[in-house]
T-cell receptor
Framework: SQTIHQWPATLVQPVGSPLSLECTVE??????LYWYRQAAGRGLQLLFY??????ISSEVPQNLSASRPQDRQFILSSKKLLLSDSGFYLC???????????FGPGTRLTVT | AQSVTQPDIHITVSEGASLELRCNYS??????LFWYVQSPGQGLQLLLK??????LVQGIKGFEAEFKRSQSSFNLRKPSVHWSDAAEYFC?????????????????FGKGTHLIIQP
């Protein structure tokens, strides 16, 4: 069966510090991968999606970036965090042309 | 671009009572519609989905939803709620024709409805 992992589960970082969040998927090949951010009262916002290694599409301009160094690994990064980057970050995957997405447990990021 | 509206931010229901959560979407063609549930501090779990065919779809945990094209709605229902149903519920839409590659695009989510269950 397929599983999706995210780490860390929680993170407290000062403004201006770098960020690296990791997401890995097991039990499937060539998944589509997604990063969403969930801010209080604002639902989920799609940040990035990837259909293959090295292929990243950005939905929202910001100081975040994403990379996909391996087929089942998706990384969310920032060189300098802002207060507004605080939120709950969710990684998700889907397969092929199926819109059904499966979500990881999330990472709670607090920027202080 | 597609959009999703969940008009109720909070809903309080007594345990054992029926439930209906509203969802309206805006999209020119036939959408792909989903309902997800999120417990506090957790990821999202898929409750049910509509792609095509029968407009009344059954999901997990006793939930169902009905797609009404004329009303651009996809409301979630449950005949009798349990205390464990207290959670955040999200409606989402996928738009096949927006980009090439179909389902590889991300979903557009509503802002969610917080469900409170009264004993």
């Amino acid at each position: 069966s397929q599983t999706i992992h995210q780490w860390p589960a929680t993170l407290v970082q000062p403004v201006g510090s770098p960020l690296s969040l990791e997401c890995t998927v097991e039990g499937t090949s060539n998944p589509n991968l997604y990063w969403y951010r969930q801010a209080a009262g604002r639902g989920l916002q799609l940040l990035f999606y990837s259909v293959g290694i090295g292929q990243i599409s950005s939905e929202v301009p910001q100081n975040l970036s994403a990379s996909r160094p391996q087929d089942r690994q998706f990384i969310l990064s920032s060189k300098k965090l802002l207060l507004s980057d605080s939120g709950f970050y969710l990684c998700a995957w889907s397969v092929g042309i199926d819109y059904e997405q499966y979500f990881g447990p999330g990472t709670r990021l607090t920027v202080t | 671009a597609q959009s999703v509206t969940q008009p109720d931010i909070h809903i309080t229901v007594s345990e054992g009572a029926s439930l209906e959560l509203r969802c309206n979407y805006s999209y020119g063609a036939t959408p792909y519609l989903f309902w997800y549930v999120q417990s506090p501090g957790q990821g999202l779990q898929l409750l049910l989905k509509y792609f095509s065919g029968d407009t009344l779809v059954q999901g997990i945990k006793g939930f169902e939803a009905e797609f009404k094209r004329s009303q651009s709605s996809f409301n979630l229902r449950k005949p009798s709620v349990h205390w464990s149903d207290a959670a955040e519920y999200f409606c989402a839409v996928g738009a096949w024709e927006v980009h090439s590659g179909g389902g590889a695009d991300g979903l557009t989510f509503g802002k969610g409805t917080h469900l409170i269950i009264q004993p």
